[in-house]
């Protein structure tokens, strides 16, 4: 009895994944059809971006993630735009040189007094693939530049906070996308990278200690679900 009890629950499983599995290729053919398979081009592209980095380990999930921030901050190094690692972007990179899992979008930082340059830059971004995507909504202290189906760019724009009539040098606020204020020191007193398959990215001097205000003094360990989501990207 309990042998043909485990031998229905185990088709019924079988059958609920089978089901999924329909579902979900259900729903990719009617993208591809619906898109005139335009849908592919990002997926088919990325093993054609994949040869520009042979050699550097980056797993085939995360070349359109790399490729887009090599493109993109080479554009800000050819206008002198400056710029630094922040958010998840900067945690890989400090911690594992590398993405910190598979990113969904690309975090950059800049200060507020890069903001306009960023700004007239558009033009030359869209030349690039990256647009200021409609869809997205856009915040004061965010802009984000989006390339079809790939990650997208978030620009964290980090404003001074003035003290006494007098700006710390040190001292920046980042209202996020929930409306929170983000109090954050950072210094750039001596140049430092962070590196990421072998790129190298302007960070912040006490990368550490930024990191640590914003995912907490466990940063260096990740959790378990980041650490197999990496170990499967490999």
Request: proline letters at 5%; a positive charge.
């Amino acid at each position: 009895m309990r042998r043909h009890g485990a031998s229905v629950f185990s088709c019924l499983a079988t059958l609920s994944v089978l089901v999924k599995m329909f579902a979900y290729t259900k729903v990719q053919i009617q993208e591809i059809f619906g898109s005139r398979g335009m849908v592919l081009i990002p997926k088919v592209a990325r093993y054609f971006k994949a040869f520009k980095f042979v050699g550097r380990g980056i797993p085939l999930k995360q070349v359109s993630a790399a490729d887009n921030l090599v493109v993109f901050t080479r554009c800000l190094d050819e206008n002198e735009v400056d710029y630094f690692l922040t958010g998840g972007t900067l945690l890989g990179a400090i911690r594992q040189n590398s993405f910190a899992g598979q990113p969904g979008d690309i975090d950059l930082g800049i200060l507020e007094k890069e903001e306009k340059r960023m700004l007239e830059l558009e033009p030359t971004f869209a030349l690039l693939g990256f647009i200021r995507d409609s869809n997205y909504r856009h915040f004061d202290d965010k802009l984000v530049f989006t390339k079809w189906r790939t990650p997208h760019v978030d620009i964290m724009i980090y404003r001074p906070i003035p003290r006494d009539n007098v700006e710390e040098v040190n001292l920046f606020r980042h209202r996020n996308a929930a409306g929170n204020e983000y109090v954050c020191n950072i210094d750039f007193s001596k140049p430092r990278n962070g590196s990421i398959f072998g790129f190298e990215f302007p960070v912040p001097t006490n990368s550490e200690e930024f990191i640590e205000n914003q995912y907490g003094k466990s940063w260096r360990t990740p959790s378990a679900a980041k650490h197999s989501l990496i170990d499967r990207n490999r």
